[in-house]
């Protein structure tokens, strides 16, 4: 392949350059991925109206999410690992996200720490927060946020309990790693990967290790992760966190009016209508058949974003045209990291950039501020 295109054409280069077992634990869903292939699916069963011979010239794609200006209304989610796909991979995400000008999300259960991506960045990132039942842990890891000059938390509500993916259970992964013939061989296949992963010091969860109590190696970490996930998190602890942060707070992981209507109850900025990318309910509907019934139970209260299987602008112009102030893309930019490193995530960001203005052009509108859903041709949902 000479150029990539499409994020389809990361993730062939994906493929290719990464362990099997970190490539399917970015590609796969829970148990019959049902909800991962429908999220993509419903996109393409939204049809965009043709217009012509208006006026397309000086277009612009910026926006706002939660107040804080983004170059397009699209940013990058927080995904558990990161530094798996690439050596020092949340780092390198974060650098592409900055220099792109849309907000980068590090997941609570990053490689690289809160600390490493303040390092190398220059502007605020947002923190994504798993609330863990030692709430001690939560509460340093809250101030290690407001020390990094985090400019939004990001609570995710839909991983009380983890959903199985049967990949992750087949490849063996898990903390500490199963090493088989079958994964030594996984590795032994990707020896750029093994160098550069040997290059960096980064291969544990930076945010946990050395932080939480009892937690300093590897196998230690994987009997603290496994019973830390709290099934009893509520809407009180909600509001807890939100006091104790004191900043902007977005809510992630909502899928129903119900729920949509007491994160607004909370004073939250914003929720993300999301199913974890499929990866935690399977047999749930996708999020973007979900986003049009949410947006007219909240949107007049709470700024409302959503995620799951956006694989170009055209899906980033659907989200929007159905009340979507942001979106956030996952997979996508785990594909142009694992693929290319740190070039790799501006690749995948200039691709949808590229859809994306294109698109709207040819829907007849300049400005993605006057994108609304009379851009559609239907709305199947
Ligand atoms: C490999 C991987 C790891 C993820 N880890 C996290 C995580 O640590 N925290 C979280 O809130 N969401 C996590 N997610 C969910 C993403 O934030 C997001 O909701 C999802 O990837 C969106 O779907 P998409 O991948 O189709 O864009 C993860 C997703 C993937 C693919």
């Known amino acids: 392949m000479s150029k990539p295109l499409t994020i389809a054409d990361l993730k062939i280069l994906a ?38 011979l208006v006026d397309m010239t000086n277009r612009t794609l910026e926006t706002t999410m939660i107040g804080e200006k983004a170059m397009m209304p699209v940013a990058l989610a927080p995904t558990g690992m990161t530094g798996m796909q690439h050596a020092d991979g949340e780092m390198l995400a974060a650098k592409a996200a900055e220099e792109f000008g849309v907000p980068f999300t590090l997941s609570t259960m990053s490689i690289c720490s809160i600390e490493d991506v303040a390092s190398v960045t220059s502007k605020p990132f947002w923190f ?8 001690g842990f939560v509460e340093r890891l809250i101030g290690r946020a407001k020390a990094a000059k985090c400019s939004a938390l990001v609570v995710t509500a839909d991983l009380q309990i983890l959903g199985q993916r049967h990949k992750d259970l087949r490849n063996g992964l898990s903390a500490p790693p199963k090493w088989t013939l079958k994964s030594f061989m996984q590795l032994a296949t990707r020896p750029q990967w093994c160098l550069e992963m040997l290059g960096t010091k980064r291969r544990g969860f930076g945010n946990i290790v050395g932080h939480a109590s009892n937690v300093s190696d590897l196998s230690s970490l994987g009997a603290w992760t496994a019973e830390q996930f709290d ?14 942060w004191g900043g902007k707070l977005i809510i992630k992981g909502i899928l129903d009016e119900e729920d949509a209507r007491a994160a607004a109850d909370t004073g939250a900025d914003a929720i993300i209508v999301s199913n974890h990318g499929g990866r935690q309910l399977d047999g749930a509907p996708s999020s973007i058949s979900m986003l049009p019934k949410i947006i007219d139970a909240v949107g007049d209260r709470i700024e409302v974003h959503v995620d799951g299987g956006i694989r170009s602008g055209q899906d980033v112009l659907k989200a929007v045209a159905l009340g979507a102030r942001g979106t956030y893309i996952g997979r996508p930019f785990l594909y142009g990291l694992g693929a290319m490193g740190k070039d790799g995530v501006t690749t995948a960001l200039n691709v949808i950039r590229n859809e994306l203005d294109i698109t709207m052009a040819l829907c007849g509108k300049r400005d993605i501020q006057t994108v609304d859903r009379s851009i559609l041709a239907n709305v199947p949902f």
């Open 15 to 52: 493929r290719r350059r990464v362990p099997k077992m970190f490539f399917d634990y970015a590609d796969s869903g829970a148990w019959t991925e049902s909800t991962y292939r429908a999220n993509e699916d419903d996109f393409a069963k939204i049809k965009l109206r043709q217009r012509v």
């Open 128 to 135: 994504q927060l798993y609330v863990m039942k030692d709430r």
């Open 231 to 244: 099934p009893k998190l509520s809407w009180d602890d909600i509001r807890w966190i939100k006091d104790l």
